[in-house]
């Protein structure tokens, strides 16, 4: 079963950046199409960017076009997520998984813990 793990998220200011992890383990993901997802308080989980299995293709949610970039690195099984530009309403726990691409919704079922991503104003 594969197992992820976010990491880089933080307390920022807005305007300012992070860049966030995703480690997987017990699977490789080099033959996926991977995404990033965030939950905010109170609200539904929402896609946010996708990267396909080679590299060569990328999607992002309106919200973030421009400011986010999506990136993986097949030889470490890490795939990442540069954020600039940072708005509050960034704010929320953000998650890895494969994605559906006809949908661009979770393919797998588990979920790592997340990391939290809070830009203040």
């Known amino acids: 079963q594969v197992q992820l793990v976010e990491s880089g998220g933080g307390l920022v200011q807005a305007g300012g950046s992070l860049r966030l992890s995703c480690a997987a383990s017990g699977r490789t993901f080099s033959s996926y199409t991977m995404g990033w997802f965030r939950q905010a308080p109170g609200k539904e989980r929402d896609f946010v960017a996708a990267i396909s299995w080679s590299g060569g293709g990328t999607r992002y949610a309106d919200s973030v076009k421009g400011r986010f970039t999506i990136s993986r690195d097949g030889t470490k099984n890490t795939m990442y997520l540069q954020m600039n530009s940072l708005k509050p309403e960034d704010t929320a726990v953000y998650y890895c998984?494969?994605?559906?691409?006809?949908?661009?919704?979770?393919?797998?079922?588990?979920w790592g813990q997340g990391t939290q991503v809070t830009v203040s104003s």
């Open positions: 998984n494969a994605v559906r691409i006809a949908t661009m919704s979770p393919l797998w079922g588990s």
